[in-house]
């Protein structure tokens, strides 16, 4: 078994900042990338960024420069630091970590943007 643990979402004001994280703990022998997704009200879950375990990272063109995806791997967790949020940042946002044979999910942590 697999369990993630996600923490850091919340209410935000247009132009502020928050960090999410996701700690793996359970029976994962390996984790290789490790990453964010986010799914809004009515839309398809798309990638947010994405780290490699050789610490390359990969960003939707919409959180560039403002997003940071960040990884501790004696931990076992991954973490997404978010400046200058807007409303359209607004949606569920689910961890994601890539072991050997499979992916797994978290539960999801909701981040609003208030205008």
């Known amino acids: 078994q697999v369990q993630l643990a996600e923490s850091g979402g919340g209410l935000v004001q247009a132009g502020g900042s928050l960090r999410l994280s996701c700690a793996a703990s359970g029976s994962i022998f390996k984790i290789n990338a490790m990453g964010w997704y986010r799914q809004a009200p009515g839309k398809q879950r798309e990638l947010v960024a994405v780290?490699?375990?050789?610490?390359?990272?990969n960003y939707a063109d919409s959180v560039k420069v403002r997003f940071t995806i960040s990884r501790d791997n004696a931990k076992n967790t991954v973490y997404l630091q978010m400046n200058s949020l807007k409303p359209e940042d607004t949606a569920v946002y689910y961890c994601n970590v890539v072991g050997i044979i499979r992916s797994y999910w978290g539960q999801g942590t909701q981040v609003t943007v208030s205008s």
């Open positions: 780290v490699t375990s050789g610490g390359t990272t």
